[in-house]
């Protein structure tokens, strides 16, 4: 009878992922996986043919996790953007690690989507943000979603140093403000 394996590939990308939100993924390596799993490398390399696969499947992973927050953040603005921009800005703040390897991190062996595909995701949630900034009359929707995602980014990158300590309220205040503001221009 054969031995029945006790480290799963499920297990594998399990520990890996977590160790990704809580240490960084430049913290992923074979030995501190095997170690936090509770095995050798042999099980890791036995599923993944090398590092890059495995880290490739955490960086999936990670995609998911943040279109998953952002279908479940609550919806509570009306203003085309700010939802957007707080569920961005609150997912720097609370996933830091994640924040960093899906839109900080750049180069690697790894196939990485673009800041557009992790944002839209699958809903097309750019998509829905722009046409909700035409329907109100903006001029130029794409133009404005490109200054509300400088200020956006900004904002949740200062969030990752400790330099934004906005509560929601403000938050949501700001990015009204900033709305209407570049909607003028």
Not at 49 to 77: H, T
Not at 147 to 160: D, E, N, Q, R, V
Request: aromatic share 12%.
């Amino acid at each position: 009878m054969a031995r029945k394996e006790s480290i799963t590939t499920q297990m594998i990308l399990d520990t890996a992922f977590d160790m990704t939100r809580e240490e960084g993924f430049g913290n992923v390596t074979a030995r501190k996986v095997a170690a936090r799993a509770g095995c050798s490398t042999q099980p890791i390399f036995r599923v993944y043919k090398n590092m890059e696969e495995l880290w490739g499947a955490v960086y999936e992973r990670a995609a998911g996790f943040f279109q998953d927050y952002y279908s479940l953040y609550p919806r509570i603005g009306k203003t085309p953007f700010s939802n957007l921009g707080m569920a961005y800005i609150a997912f720097a703040r609370e996933e830091s690690h994640l924040f960093e390897l899906l839109f900080l991190t750049e180069g690697s062996s790894i196939r990485r989507k673009s800041m557009y595909e992790l944002l839209n995701g699958k809903e097309g949630n750019v998509v829905y943000e722009i046409s909700m900034a035409k329907e109100s009359g903006c001029a130029d929707p794409g133009g404005l979603f490109m200054k509300m995602w400088l200020f956006i980014h900004g904002a949740a990158c200062m969030s990752l140093t400790g330099d934004y300590d906005l509560s929601d309220r403000e938050t949501m205040t700001l990015l009204e403000n900033s709305y209407n503001t570049f909607a003028r221009a």
